[in-house]
């Protein structure tokens, strides 16, 4: 992998961990888990015409609760005074009392005002004190059930690093 592109890892693992911001919410079976590890296994770059980058992240966790399942999941990652970009993720779901590793996939999109190039010049300097996040999804505890929509605002990106390598 080329040298520069170690700089964009911190934040691309940040968005893997939405996962374990999730377990703020009130859904018991989310309080139960442990995120144990995750990386980056797939970056792919936004064909011609597209601002989205795919990132495909690799997650271990153990679940000795119930199933659960994260859909419409969407948030904006800023700093205090700038947006760097929005993001995406895949309907994603927790298989019940397993240990097991999970594949996740997300889309970053730059903000309008951000070209890949600053988002990358504002990542050479990165440090998970200076960024928050916001997130919105759909939890529920059945395959087949909607579930209720949760929204987190400023969540720091220093409390999602802890357990994330490149």
Known sequence: MKKGLRHIFPLLLLFAALLSVASCVGINNLRQMNLR????VNVQFPPIG??????TVQL?????????????ISGVVRSKDLVLG???????????????????????????????????????DFSPDDYVFDIDLRLSGSPSAKGGRY??????????????HP
Request: charged share 25%.
């Open 151 to 164: 929204q987190l605002k400023d969540q720091p990106v220093r409390a999602l690093l802890k357990n994330f």
């Open 50 to 55: 597209s601002r989205a980058l795919a990132v």
């Open 86 to 124: 929005t993001f995406t993720a895949d309907d994603f779901a927790i298989d019940a009392h397993c240990d097991k590793e999970y594949l996740f996939l997300m889309n970053l999109t730059p903000d309008d005002g951000m070209s890949f190039l600053k988002v990358l010049a504002l990542l050479k």
């Open 37 to 40: 590890s995750g990386k980056i």
């Open 60 to 72: 271990e966790i153990e679940n000795p609760a119930g199933y659960v399942r994260m859909s419409d």
